[in-house]
């Protein structure tokens, strides 16, 4: 794969969104910040953590607000005899669509199993045969069943809560919850130096570190229609962008073809594994129709899957399909999808008799913050893992599964050479001084929650599944608008600085996506339906 990527010139956004003045504000001292509770950041701070370093982990709700956590697939790795590493590989770079790092893609396959057994060990509830061996499924993009699931469709809720408690063991680890994390802070050499964030009590307050690693998940909240929790607003993303980081391939956001649709609910996951278990996609006049789209019907990846649902819905004219699993049994369902089953039972679906009503929504962000083959960004002493990260494995299109993979691959890589950077730093005398003003805005204050939810559905309805270069203009154009009235303000809550952070990454979306003229992986641009191999096998950079 060839290194070199179009560059497109980054947002210009204030340094800050708040003040800094290190003589009125609390302080801290760590070796290794570690920002995000997923799997990648509880990872990375364990590993940091081994590796002799005091670690403080912050995320800004709860331990367990995470896309982790929420996470009904399963982990992608090579532990049945029957498959190979090989193998894993060619799924993993023929979905990507041409622009996966294979050396990445290699390294992250290869490191997989023995990570997952090392979470069996720190007591993640795998799903077991009846021999005693990690269960195995398949899913689509998949040539042989290796998607392994804990606590049936609570993999994530099991893997998380396996990593917390082995976190816990850790007395040089310092867990703080509801700390929003608003900057990354550099130095006059654009070394990062450390964070500024609120704390629980609504004060500001600065961690000093020697490392930073961002493990702050996705963006899925971008868009009105997302699988994602509340926290999925892409700060990390926009706190990388004013610091001066690279990021790439911002482009590619992956749609979840099978979302539970009620009208009036929050849209809820169905997992993909039971369309790998034979659950059948069907339109509203009850019949399928995935062999039409694609010869792997409800085994086709992911941009397939989702973008068949959408022509199908456009093509009968109904804001949903369905999905058929009437030929399950009622206790095996129950027992293999427990957290799908109580959903559904309490919006009163039998699955026996009723078909599920699902549509797509946005899922997973593949680009992000560029890393090199050591999870380091472009700014010195940061680093970064997980979501939040663009390190290569993914290419264009993300093969189910493997984001839970590269969470810990990437966790424990980050953790690694964050604690060697720690370990080498000199020590201060004191505490840095630092002093940041912004000046007071005087034009109009737009309300945010009213920004935020025209932004999510100008996201969803122009920069969504698929693409035009007009509207994506306009989507840019609007975003704009927004930004001159939202982003010269100074906040003092994390529902202002979301909306400043999301409308940042929604503008680099939205510019990514207008700059790729043609359809690759995720990203379709039905006004450039084909792949362009001339002119973008290559990736985009926003620097």
């Known amino acids: ?26 302080q801290m001292f760590t070796d290794c910040l570690v920002i995000g509770s997923g799997i990648a950041g509880l990872r990375a701070a364990i590993e940091a953590a081994s590796n002799g370093c005091e670690v403080i982990l912050v995320c800004k709700k709860r331990l367990q607000d995470s896309n982790t956590w929420h996470a009904q697939g399963g982990i992608a790795s090579v532990l049945a005899n029957d498959d190979s590493i090989a193998s894993h590989v060619k799924d993993t770079l023929k979905t990507g669509c041409g622009i996966c790092d294979a ?29 005693g061996s990690i269960s195995v499924s398949f ?4 040539s042989h069943a290796r998607v392994a699931h804990a606590l049936g469709d609570n993999t994530g809720r099991a893997l998380a809560d396996a990593l917390i ?38 004060s500001t307050e600065i961690i000093w570190a020697k490392s930073v690693i961002l ?9 009105r229609e997302t699988t994602n929790p509340d926290v999925a607003t892409g700060d990390g993303l926009a706190m990388a962008v004013r610091a001066g980081a690279i990021l790439r391939d911002m482009e590619f956001m992956q749609f979840h073809p099978t979302t539970l649709y009620i009208a009036g609910a929050s849209r809820a996951l169905i997992t993909e594994t039971l369309r790998g278990e034979g659950a059948i996609l069907l339109d509203t006049n009850h019949k399928p129709f995935m062999a039409e789209y694609h010869p792997n019907a409800e085994l086709a990846p992911r941009d397939v899957v989702s973008r068949a649902i959408l022509d199908t819905m456009l093509k009968t004219g109904s804001t949903h399909v369905y999905l058929d699993v009437r030929h399950f049994k009622k206790d095996y369902f129950a027992k293999r999808f427990p957290f799908i089953n109580e959903l559904l039972v309490s919006f009163d679906i039998d699955i026996s008799k009723d078909l599920i009503p699902v549509r797509p929504s946005a899922h997973y962000m593949i680009g992000g913050i560029k890393t090199d083959r050591q999870a380091r960004t472009s700014i010195a002493n940061l680093f970064a893992c997980g979501e939040v990260a663009s390190t290569g494995l993914h290419g264009a299109n993300r093969l189910g599964s493997n984001s839970l993979l590269e969470g810990l691959v990437y966790g424990r890589m980050a953790g690694t050479n964050a604690a060697a950077i720690a370990k080498k730093a000199a020590k201060t005398a004191g505490p840095p001084k630092f002093k940041y003003d912004i000046p007071k805005s005087d ?23 698929t693409r035009m270069a007009k509207p994506l203009a306009e989507t840019q154009e609007i975003i704009t608008f927004w930004e001159r009235y939202v982003l010269d303000k100074i906040f003092d809550s994390p529902t202002g600085w979301e909306c400043q952070n999301m ?24 006004d450039h339906p084909q792949i362009d191999d001339t002119n973008f096998k290559i990736h985009l950079e926003f620097e």
């Open 1 to 26: 794969m060839t290194t070199k990527a179009i560059k497109i010139k980054r947002p210009e956004v204030r340094r800050y969104l708040v003040p800094i003045n290190t003589a009125a504000s609390q």
């Open 103 to 131: 050396e990445i893609v290699e390294q992250v396959v290869a490191d997989g199993p023995g990570l997952v057994k090392e979470l069996l060990d720190w007591g993640a509830e795998f799903d077991k045969t009846a021999t």
């Open 139 to 142: 899913e689509g993009g998949h």
């Open 165 to 202: 408690k082995k976190a816990r063991q850790f007395e040089n680890v310092t867990v703080i919850e509801n700390f929003f994390a608003i900057d990354i802070i550099t130095n006059d050499a654009g070394v990062c130096i450390g964070v500024i964030g609120q704390n629980s009590k609504s």
């Open 215 to 223: 493990a702050t998940g996705g963006a899925g909240r971008l868009y």
């Open 443 to 465: 034009r109009s204050r737009l309300d945010t929650e009213d920004v935020l939810n025209s932004l999510r559905s100008l996201m969803w309805r122009n920069a969504g599944i």
């Open 503 to 526: 409308l940042t990454a929604s503008l680099m979306i939205a510019k990514a996506a207008e700059t790729r003229t043609e359809s690759r992986g995720v990203h379709f641009r039905s």
